[in-house]
């Protein structure tokens, strides 16, 4: 295996190399006690912080965790060592979506499922405040049920030459999956480009070829700036109509993805996968929480922003060798964790008046951390319990209570019989659930 010991932190037995790109190595691995096949990306740490991208993966994957969608390959875990990064990965053993297109363009039905679920996955990610950027045919790959599963969602901050692992391709990132206002180089709004590249897939799989294909690359970059581009005879009107709708020069000007979702053409047959519809109550009841605290904040001064919760500040630290994984498993005590679509002040609020409820004494460590601390002397003395917000994302924060004093299991009795039901308006997923 040369650098990489045959065991991983004593926890994945690693595999044979599956493809490697300038800076980062892609091998297949097993969970040792569940023996579940993983991909693991090992990427060098120096590299990402000559490049100065720490700050900006933190956040996505931090949310990219704590999400789940089936059309997105799950990053199961972050791990490092004092050198390298491990991106622990969900292993899709059905190869490439395009492998298929190379055989052939595919019937309509079948592109419409694959534009469907991509469409899905993508719009799932950007509810969560992550963009894709770099959607093209390595990034779409099949399970064994024939389903789509997009890779590198959450890592896509990452730039291009520390992302590109020729896993299957070893063509660099093409242009002709790239909006126009990336290749002019100027500020863009990564959910709009997303749109554009899944315009130029939907063509691929219908077409069995490129809408922006010339020898000379800079005529190519000519049609891709005026999304100059002809359909083949056999494309029905209203893929026609929807792909003219997505393939729009102007950013501005773009079909939206709740727009694409009340084409016809596409809600045929559509389905969203059912585990991960949201709320919308929650969000209702959200705002009506906000408002509330509003007018009490009113006389108040403005509070700071929460911290990101994130991997990456443990990682930029140099120890030896080291697991990130509690920040991700399920075995935290018990509900002792959950996200939720509130603002900050909201849950802050909500925490606070249910601990009062509940004759907790409030005390505050710092702008949105909290400690409670219980009424009566319990086993081991008083029960005293910590509550954070971290803000993950726009619209995405995480709240983490730990235990600071007292019984274990009376503040599980706590947390399960008191916290749970009392927090129910503001929580969108318990982390474990």
């Known amino acids: 295996m ?3 010991r045959n065991v991983l932190f004593g926890k994945y037995e690693m595999g044979r190399l599956l493809g490697k790109g300038t800076f980062a190595k892609v091998y297949y691995g097993k969970e040792m ?3 579940e ?3 693991i990306k090992v990427i060098h740490k120096d590299q990402v912080k000559k490049e100065g991208m720490m700050e900006q993966i933190k956040r996505e994957i931090s949310v990219m965790r704590l999400v789940r969608h089936p059309n997105v390959v799950e990053l199961k875990e972050v791990m490092a060592t004092k050198t390298k990064i491990f991106f622990v990965m969900e292993y899709v053993k059905g190869g490439e979506l395009f492998a298929k297109v190379f055989k052939g363009k595919l019937k309509e039905d079948v592109a419409r499922k694959y534009f469907q679920q991509l469409i899905s996955a993508v719009d799932f990610c950007h509810s969560r405040g992550v963009s894709h950027r770099d959607l093209k045919p390595e990034n779409l790959l099949l399970d064994e049920n024939e389903d789509l599963k997009i890779s590198d969602f959450g890592l896509s ?3 291009e030459q520390l992302r590109n692992d020729g896993l299957l391709h070893t063509q660099c990132g093409t242009p002709a999956y790239v909006a126009p206002e990336v290749l ?3 500020g863009y709004d990564g959910s709009k480009t997303d749109i554009w590249s899944c315009g ?3 063509y691929v799989l219908l077409a069995g070829f490129l809408p922006f294909q010339d020898e000379n690359i800079m005529s190519m970059y000519r049609k891709v700036f005026k999304a100059e581009f002809e359909f083949p005879p056999w494309f029905s009107m209203e893929s026609k109509r929807l792909i003219s709708k997505l393939l729009v020069a102007d950013p501005e000007r773009r079909i939206t993805i709740p727009a694409i979702m009340r084409v016809p053409w596409f809600r045929k047959g559509f389905s969203r996968p059912v585990a991960f519809s949201i709320d919308h109550s929650l969000v209702d009841k959200c705002e009506e929480a906000e408002m509330m605290q509003n007018k009490a904040e009113s006389t108040k001064p403005k ?3 929460p911290a990101f919760f994130n991997a990456f500040e443990f990682i930029s630290s140099m120890s030896s060798g080291f697991d990130l994984s509690s920040l991700f498993e399920n075995k935290r005590k018990s509900g002792s964790m959950f996200t939720s679509k509130c603002s900050a002040t909201a849950i802050m609020a909500k925490i606070e008046g249910v601990a009062k409820g509940l004759s907790f004494k409030v005390a505050k460590v710092k702008d949105f951390k909290v400690r409670l601390q219980g009424p ?5 003395g008083k029960l005293s319990v910590t509550a954070e917000v971290f803000e993950v994302a726009p619209e995405v924060a995480v709240v983490e209570f730990s235990k600071s004093a007292g019984d274990t299991l009376e503040y599980v009795k706590f947390c399960d019989e008191d916290v749970r039901p009392a927090l129910k308006d503001i929580v969108w997923t318990w982390q474990g659930d």
């Not at 009566?376 to 081991?380: A, I, N, V």
Request: zero cysteines; glycine letters at 12%.
């Open 184 to 186: 002019r180089k100027k």
């Open 303 to 305: 509070l700071s922003s």
């Open 157 to 159: 901050a990452l730039p």
């Open 376 to 380: 009566s002397e319990g086993r081991k």
């Open 33 to 35: 006690v569940t023996g």
């Open 2 to 4: 040369g650098e990489i």
């Open 200 to 202: 130029v897939i939907l």
């Open 37 to 39: 096949s993983v991909a």
